[in-house]
């Protein structure tokens, strides 16, 4: 049997007052596969990852997560929450050390300390800020803000990672890093939906393209459309 | 000048010896300042935090009448008070008239809107994506506002220190509440204000220098806490 996709949307629409912010008639997302969102600014890119990370309920339509229609209420939210990571365009970074907010996530979910400390140090060897955990989280460069922000959803294992123009106002050598981590994740079975405006970087290893035009899903297309 | 002069010498003798009548008014001082502000924050933070932080319809008039509750004449609040804790009043019965207890209930008062003022700025000033991010990185709602107040710490701490500061520069409740009475309610405002009208310029200045020295104590830690 075949198992249900990560995410199904059926019919699913979003309003701000009159606007139609997004429209999405119907589209799956399979686990472990690589997405890119694509699409000018307000094309309703950002509210399609607030969505999916099950932070924003749409104005009509079914949103299902591995089988299930999710339902809009807070207690039914938070463990689906805990599930997915968004990594938003300028990630907000508590004003504390860099290890405290990468161990965040695990710290309000009740993970037990020796393996929470285990995980940050990984997650922050993984985006090549090793020795980073000390410093305050605020002092950091825009691109190394960006770094720590993808190892604190990195240390979540993530079933989906949602990222929101992760390579703007970033540093060559940090958009290097983040794609290359990317790159590596839906061989883990982690899906990845990246919303970008310039879908160059990753291109090569995309399984789809979500193409969004005035919040319309304009089309869908293989790894080298865009 | 001759006569400041020497009021000034003699006030610091009076401080260099550790007068008794000084040592103590400083101390009831900083007893009932501490608790009156320990009991203000324990309102006016939580207080703060949710005008500050919830949507409701009467918002706006809240946060007015927040704003004048801080200007509310110290006498009053003594006069209010006094009312409510002498022996004809419904809370006679506790005796709590001319007692630091008094003081500290007029003083809680006093603060209250203060610390929650500052609170309520402190929070309206944070950083709008802390929720939202701690919502995405799955915190449950009661640990995302945690998050936030752990964000806006150093304001809540000035709110706290303000608190502090009005209470023990404050006259009019420890006057009406407390009594004045020598080593017992005696404040280092209410001493000021006995020895001046004695004429003892000497203990009063002494008092004023102490009470400055505070004043510029938190007032420094507050320019501390603003700079993080």
Same mark, same amino acid.
């Given at each position: 049997?075949?198992?249900?996709?990560?995410?199904?949307?059926?019919?699913?629409?979003?309003? !701000?007052?009159? *606007?139609?912010?997004?429209?999405?008639?119907?589209?799956? &997302?399979?686990?472990?596969? &690589? !997405?890119?969102?694509?699409?000018?600014?307000?094309?309703?890119?950002?509210?399609?990852?607030?969505?999916?990370?099950?932070?924003?309920?749409?104005?009509?339509?079914?949103?299902? !997560?591995?089988?299930?229609?999710?339902?809009?209420?807070?207690?039914?939210?938070?463990?689906?929450? *805990?599930?997915? =990571?968004?990594?938003?365009?300028?990630?907000?970074?508590?004003?504390?050390?860099?290890?405290?907010?990468?161990?965040?996530?695990?710290?309000?979910?009740?993970?037990?300390?020796?393996?929470?400390?285990?995980?940050?140090?990984? =997650?922050?060897?993984?985006?090549?800020? =090793?020795?980073?955990?000390?410093? *305050?989280?605020?002092?950091?460069?825009?691109?190394?803000?960006?770094?720590?922000? &993808?190892?604190?959803?990195?240390?979540?294992?993530?079933?989906?990672?949602?990222?929101?123009?992760?390579?703007?106002?970033?540093?060559?050598?940090?958009?290097?890093?983040? *794609?290359?981590?990317?790159?590596?994740?839906?061989?883990?079975?982690?899906?990845?939906?990246?919303?970008?405006?310039?879908?160059?970087?990753?291109?090569?290893?995309?399984?789809?393209?979500?193409?969004? !035009?005035?919040?319309?899903?304009?089309?869908?297309?293989?790894?080298?459309?865009? | 000048?001759? $006569? +400041?002069?020497?009021?000034?010498?003699?006030?610091?003798?009076?401080?260099?010896?550790?007068? #008794?009548?000084?040592?103590?008014?400083?101390?009831?001082?900083?007893?009932?300042? $501490?608790?009156?502000?320990?009991?203000?924050?324990?309102?006016?933070?939580?207080?703060?935090?949710?005008?500050? @932080?919830?949507? /409701?319809?009467?918002?706006?008039?809240?946060?007015?009448?927040?704003?004048?509750?801080?200007?509310?004449?110290?006498?009053?609040?003594?006069?209010?008070?006094?009312? $409510?804790?002498?022996?004809?009043?419904?809370?006679?019965? %506790?005796?709590?008239? %001319?007692? #630091?207890?008094?003081?500290?209930?007029?003083?809680?008062?006093?603060?209250?809107?203060?610390?929650?003022? $500052?609170?309520?700025?402190?929070?309206?000033?944070?950083? #709008?994506?802390?929720? #939202?991010?701690? +919502?995405?990185?799955?915190?449950?709602?009661?640990?995302?506002?945690?998050?936030?107040?752990?964000?806006?710490? /150093?304001?809540?701490?000035?709110?706290?220190?303000?608190?502090?500061?009005?209470?023990?520069?404050?006259?009019?409740?420890?006057?009406?509440?407390?009594?004045?009475?020598?080593?017992?309610?005696?404040?280092?405002?209410?001493?000021?204000?006995?020895?001046?009208?004695?004429?003892?310029?000497? @203990?009063?200045?002494?008092?004023?220098?102490?009470?400055?020295?505070?004043?510029?104590?938190?007032?420094? @830690? @507050?320019?501390?806490?603003?700079?993080?």
């Amino acid at each position: 049997m075949t198992p249900p996709p990560l995410y199904r949307l059926d019919g699913i629409r979003k309003r !701000y007052g009159d *606007r139609l912010a997004l429209d999405v008639p119907a589209l799956s &997302l399979r686990e472990g596969a &690589l !997405y890119l969102l694509t699409g000018e600014n307000g094309s309703g890119k950002s509210t399609m990852l607030q969505i999916l990370a099950f932070l924003l309920p749409p104005s009509a339509g079914v949103l299902a !997560y591995r089988g299930n229609p999710v339902e809009w209420r807070e207690a039914a939210l938070l463990p689906l929450r *805990r599930q997915v =990571s968004l990594l938003h365009q300028s990630p907000h970074l508590f004003d504390r050390s860099v290890a405290d907010n990468v161990g965040y996530a695990l710290k309000v979910r009740g993970t037990e300390e020796g393996a929470a400390h285990r995980r940050v140090v990984e =997650s922050l060897e993984a985006v090549g800020l =090793s020795g980073f955990g000390a410093r *305050r989280a605020r002092r950091l460069s825009g691109g190394e803000r960006q770094r720590v922000a &993808l190892a604190r959803a990195l240390a979540l294992s993530p079933r989906a990672l949602l990222l929101d123009e992760p390579f703007s106002g970033v540093d060559k050598p940090s958009a290097a890093v983040i *794609r290359d981590v990317i790159a590596t994740l839906p061989a883990r079975g982690t899906t990845v939906v990246l919303a970008t405006h310039d879908p160059a970087p990753l291109r090569g290893q995309a399984d789809d393209t979500l193409r969004l !035009y005035e919040g319309a899903l304009a089309g869908t297309g293989g790894a080298d459309d865009g | 000048m001759g $006569f +400041l002069a020497e009021s000034l010498r003699a006030s610091a003798a009076l401080i260099a010896g550790l007068d #008794p009548d000084l040592r103590s008014a400083v101390w009831v001082s900083l007893y009932v300042s $501490f608790w009156s502000t320990i009991l203000a924050s324990a309102a006016g933070v939580p207080l703060g935090l949710w005008i500050g @932080l919830s949507h /409701f319809p009467l918002k706006r008039p809240a946060i007015t009448a927040l704003n004048s509750l801080t200007a509310v004449p110290t006498v009053l609040i003594g006069l209010l008070v006094y009312g $409510f804790i002498s022996r004809q009043g419904p809370l006679g019965g %506790f005796g709590l008239l %001319f007692t #630091p207890g008094a003081i500290i209930v007029g003083d809680a008062i006093l603060a209250t809107p203060i610390v929650a003022n $500052f609170t309520l700025a402190a929070a309206r000033g944070a950083d #709008p994506a802390i929720v #939202p991010t701690a +919502l995405t990185l799955g915190a449950t709602r009661a640990q995302s506002t945690l998050t936030l107040v752990s964000e806006i710490r /150093f304001g809540v701490v000035a709110a706290v220190i303000s608190g502090f500061g009005r209470v023990v520069s404050e006259v009019g409740v420890a006057m009406m509440l407390g009594g004045n009475i020598r080593g017992f309610t005696r404040t280092m405002t209410t001493a000021i204000a006995l020895e001046t009208s004695k004429g003892e310029f000497a @203990l009063g200045i002494a008092l004023g220098l102490v009470l400055l020295a505070v004043a510029f104590a938190v007032n420094v @830690l @507050l320019h501390l806490l603003q700079q993080k």
